[in-house]
């Protein structure tokens, strides 16, 4: 039976992934920092839980003992200035990972990206796959760096090396969507006037992709996890608030939405809290993403269940 650890677990993506791997044979090692994860996972006999600090290798010594396949969620959102702390948080704590793991001879290390590493793309001119991106973003620099770290400890140490650049994941649940959601509800909700592309998949195909990654033999390299729709930010945004009767987002200069970011994140810094707008998230959302699903098609999930958001829109 595969033992598969997941960092990040009481996170987002990481929480949803859990959920849905503890139904399968699998040995699942959770990793948490401070948030716990939800008591269905910790009453389950295939379930261990660990404390760790990614700051501090030696507390993975354990988490990662026996483990086939690690999956890499943990990371900090949502905080003021994360040009300062995201080459720290990213790119060094996930170095530790890395020199645990391959102490610990793991078969395959997974990270969570995003096609926003090659820099833009679109629909016409997708990412590739590349690791010679020029993003602009802290966000997307520190996750570019990661990738080089995945494979290059991936070469030295012979384990199976997979990043898997996904777009947006949509539905209910899930932080940034709901917090759309929240804004809209509240007539608050303001997006910038050019067209963005983005790439879409549901958490549903988000979740049945990325157990392939884990549990498939011979997966290595770079996968773009995306659906068949191809939308501007402007259209689903619009579209969903429509769906749940809310207000549409204002279409607001960009100096504006700059302006609010500045200010949630001030805010943030004074009290501690927080911040649901930084000026690096409009930096990196400001750029079009589509990445090249055919790795994605062949190798993991040949069929997906929402092939665009419309056909998902009851999943919010």
């Known amino acids: 039976m595969k033992r598969i650890a997941i960092t990040g677990a009481a996170g987002n993506l ?14 699942l090692n959770l990793l948490i920092h401070k948030k716990d994860v939800p008591e269905n996972l910790k009453a389950k006999n295939n379930v ?4 760790v600090d990614l700051a501090d290798p030696s507390t ?5 003992e026996n483990v086939d396949v690690v999956i890499h969620f943990a990371g900090i959102l949502f905080k003021a200035n994360p040009e300062k702390f995201l080459p720290v948080t990213n790119t060094q704590y996930f170095s530790n990972l890395l020199e645990v793991a391959a102490k610990q001879r793991l078969k395959r290390i997974i990270l969570i990206s995003f096609p926003h590493v090659e820099g833009e793309s679109t629909p016409d001119s997708p990412a590739k796959g590349i690791l010679s991106g020029n993003p602009e973003s802290m966000h997307a620099k520190t996750r570019l760096e990661e990738e080089r770290l995945l494979f290059s400890y991936g ?4 384990f199976e090396a997979v990043s898997l650049r996904v777009g947006m994941v949509y539905g209910e649940g ?21 067209p963005t592309y983005i790439h879409l998949i549901s958490k549903v195909d988000f979740v049945d ?20 729709g191809i939308q501007t930010l402007q ?16 279409r607001m200069p960009v100096w504006m939405i700059m302006t609010a970011a500045r200010v949630f994140e001030l805010f943030s810094a004074i009290i501690g809290t927080r911040s649901p707008l930084t000026v690096d998230f ?3 959302g400001m750029a079009s993403y589509y990445g090249d699903t055919r790795r994605m098609r062949k190798d993991l999930l040949p069929v997906l269940k929402y092939s665009t958001y419309k056909e998902g829109i009851g999943l919010f």
């Open 14 to 27: 990481g929480g949803l992934l859990a959920q849905g791997l503890v139904n399968m044979d699998v040995n």
């Open 48 to 51: 261990s839980i660990f404390k």
């Open 60 to 64: 993975l010594s354990n988490a990662l």
């Open 155 to 158: 070469e030295k140490y012979n």
């Open 174 to 194: 899930i932080l940034m969507i709901d917090a759309g959601q929240w804004f809209a509800r509240h007539w608050l909700l303001g997006v910038w006037k050019k």
């Open 209 to 228: 992709a990325t157990i392939a990654a884990v549990l498939k033999s011979d997966i290595r390299g770079i996968y773009h996890l995306g659906d068949d």
């Open 235 to 250: 259209q689903f945004l619009d579209d969903i608030t429509i769906y749940k009767g809310h207000h549409k987002p204002w």
């Open 282 to 284: 409009v930096k990196i």
